[in-house]
């Protein structure tokens, strides 16, 4: 079973992408919305330059794209 804890913002991006998201469009403020073609599921993703994503917004992020904690982090 894989531990969840915080990540960069180019290890979520790079699980994304392997998941089939794509860069769809900047949000409000810091944030990014990914979409995936397939079911038109759009995942917003914080990009603060230098900080890690937290573990609660790791989790919320892998809640909205649909797979388990460890499908995600053994990507």
Do not use: C
Not at 10 to 30: A, W
Not at 41 to 64: A, L, M, Q, S, Y
């Amino acid at each position: 079973m894989a531990k969840l804890r915080e990540l960069s913002y180019q290890e979520v991006i790079q699980r994304l992408r392997k998941l089939g998201f794509h860069f769809y469009r900047h949000g409000k403020g810091s944030h990014e919305l990914w979409v995936r073609d397939t079911d038109g599921r759009v995942v917003p993703v914080p990009h603060h330059r230098g900080k890690n994503i937290r573990k609660g917004t790791v989790r919320t992020i892998i809640r909205e794209v649909g797979v388990s904690v460890d499908e995600f982090m053994q990507l």
